[in-house]
């Protein structure tokens, strides 16, 4: 497991953003508040981002505009993410989709893809209603048709991590372990 103490410097501050991809409910903004804290970095959520630059949800986006105007947002928002300095970006489960999104983020950060299985990604997102995806639908019927969509794409990421029904801080640690590994 991971031990601050013995964690290199150059790992602590990586020198381009670490993008959190996967599906709804796989823990990308629990789990990136918390990275983004122990390697003394900025964090984004770009769901929020979106909204803010909006001055609306993501479900009322999802409404008055449809999915591909909230996309074309999404892909500005994250693009002037990555620009910043070097962070943690929380990004939502269709971003990285996004052709344009997808190559900007493989090319200019570090990938991890959250992935999690399908009962505890349904358990995860039954706990909040902001879902524009999952309204008036059951939860598990959609994020298994998301998920025979997605994972073949969000397995170009540069690093997979399994999300598991357990304590975020361990998914934290994953991380830190497959960074150490991937630079070393």
């Given at each position: 497991m991971?031990?601050?103490?013995l964690m290199p410097n150059a790992l602590i501050r990586p020198d381009r953003s670490i993008v959190l991809v996967g599906l709804m409910g796989a823990g990308k903004s629990t789990?990136?508040?918390?990275?983004?804290?122990?390697?003394?970095?900025?964090?984004?959520?770009?769901?929020?981002e979106i909204e803010r630059a909006a001055d609306q949800s993501i479900s009322e986006i999802f409404e008055h505009f449809g999915e591909a105007n909230f996309r074309d947002g999404e892909r500005r928002v994250i693009a002037r993410l990555i620009e910043g300095p070097p962070k943690v970006i929380a990004t939502g489960g269709g971003a990285f989709m996004n052709e344009g999104t997808r190559r900007l983020i493989l090319e200019r950060c570090i990938a991890i893809w959250l992935d999690a299985d399908i009962e505890t990604l349904a358990e995860r997102v039954s706990r909040r209603e902001h879902r524009p995806l999952l309204k008036n639908k059951d939860p598990r019927?959609?994020?298994?048709?998301?998920?025979?969509?997605?994972?073949?794409?969000?397995?170009?990421?540069?690093?997979?991590?399994?999300?598991?029904?357990?304590?975020?801080e361990r998914t934290v640690d994953a991380i830190l372990e497959a960074l150490a590994t991937r630079a070393a």
């Open positions: 991971y031990s601050p103490g789990v990136g508040r918390r990275l983004a804290k122990r390697l003394g970095l900025g964090f984004a959520d770009s769901d929020e019927t959609v994020l298994r048709q998301l998920a025979e969509v997605r994972n073949p794409i969000y397995s170009e990421a540069h690093l997979r991590i399994r999300s598991e029904e357990t304590p975020h």
